[in-house]
């Protein structure tokens, strides 16, 4: 039992997690002039049209069992045409944002659900506690993560748009071998006792925590 509900208190929120941060980037293309998300069913809140055998399921389940202090995963992105929105640069930053930006809004609500808690009975209130305390975790994390400026993940995207010619274009680039920069990152330094990712990006996680505890009234 302790298994099964170890599954639910960390499943439920990272699912959650990631359909919504590739439904946000289907629904922002599609606002935006590029309906290639739609037309193949991803601008969905089915998680099933968005998971990720490795990326939702394998890489989050191993980062956990081996304690790692950055946890992560990722679905399958949402196919953007970005030649097909109104206006390609902006549009790109927008659509690219859409997916962290959610999960800070989530990583909010989940924050506010803390005052609510009182109202369920006092037996289940430690598993709900602990699942929206994983929420916020996992959603600060999962923005702050996608928002490191490598194609492909978000933060690339956007600062391509943003960045200037001479700069967005050697970035742009990088994007097919950006996954492999992302795992060298995670895998290699660690061997040196350093970790790279946890030193990038703790520390805005921990801020973007605390602000949301104020804002949300736990702090």
Same mark, same amino acid.
């Given at each position: 039992?302790?298994?099964?509900?170890? %599954?639910?208190? #960390?499943? /439920? +929120?990272? =699912? &959650?997690?990631?359909?919504?941060?590739?439904?946000?980037? !289907? *629904? @922002?293309?599609?606002?935006?002039?590029?309906?290639?998300?739609?037309?193949?069913?991803?601008?969905?809140?089915?998680?099933?049209?968005?998971?990720?055998? %490795?990326?939702? #399921?394998? /890489? +989050?389940? =191993? &980062?956990?069992?081996?304690?790692?202090?950055?946890?992560? !995963? *990722? @679905?399958?992105?949402?196919?953007?045409?970005?030649?097909?929105?109104?206006?390609?640069?902006?549009?790109?930053?927008?659509?690219?944002?859409?997916?962290?930006?959610?999960? #800070?809004?989530?990583?909010?609500?989940?924050?506010?659900?803390?005052?609510?808690?009182?109202?369920?009975?006092?037996?289940?209130?430690?598993?709900?506690?602990?699942?929206?305390?994983?929420?916020?975790?996992?959603?600060?994390?999962?923005?702050?993560?996608?928002?490191?400026?490598?194609?492909?993940?978000?933060?690339?995207?956007?600062?391509?748009?943003?960045?200037?010619?001479?700069?967005?274009?050697?970035?742009?680039?990088?994007?097919?071998?950006?996954?492999?920069?992302?795992?060298?990152?995670?895998?290699?330094?660690?061997?040196?006792?350093?970790?790279?990712?946890?030193?990038?990006?703790?520390?805005?996680?921990?801020?973007?925590?605390?602000?949301?505890?104020?804002?949300?009234?736990?702090?």
């Amino acid at each position: 039992m302790d298994t099964l509900l170890r %599954i639910i208190i #960390i499943g /439920i +929120p990272i =699912l &959650l997690a990631i359909t919504l941060h590739e439904a946000a980037h !289907g *629904y @922002a293309a599609l606002r935006y002039g590029d309906d290639t998300a739609k037309l193949m069913g991803r601008v969905s809140l089915n998680p099933l049209r968005h998971v990720d055998p %490795i990326g939702t #399921i394998l /890489i +989050p389940g =191993l &980062l956990l069992l081996v304690g790692s202090p950055v946890l992560f !995963g *990722y @679905a399958k992105p949402v196919p953007v045409n970005f030649s097909r929105l109104r206006n390609p640069r902006r549009d790109s930053v927008l659509v690219a944002g859409a997916g962290p930006a959610t999960n #800070i809004l989530l990583a909010f609500i989940s924050a506010l659900l803390f005052h609510v808690l009182i109202f369920f009975p006092p037996t289940i209130v430690p598993l709900l506690h602990e699942m929206l305390t994983f929420s916020v975790l996992i959603n600060v994390t999962l923005a702050v993560f996608n928002m490191l400026p490598v194609p492909p993940l978000d933060g690339g995207r956007v600062a391509v748009g943003l960045l200037p010619d001479s700069l967005a274009l050697p970035l742009a680039r990088l994007e097919p071998y950006g996954i492999f920069i992302i795992f060298g990152l995670i895998l290699i330094p660690p061997f040196f006792g350093i970790n790279v990712l946890a030193w990038l990006i703790l520390h805005p996680i921990h801020l973007i925590i605390e602000f949301i505890s104020l804002l949300a009234g736990l702090s």
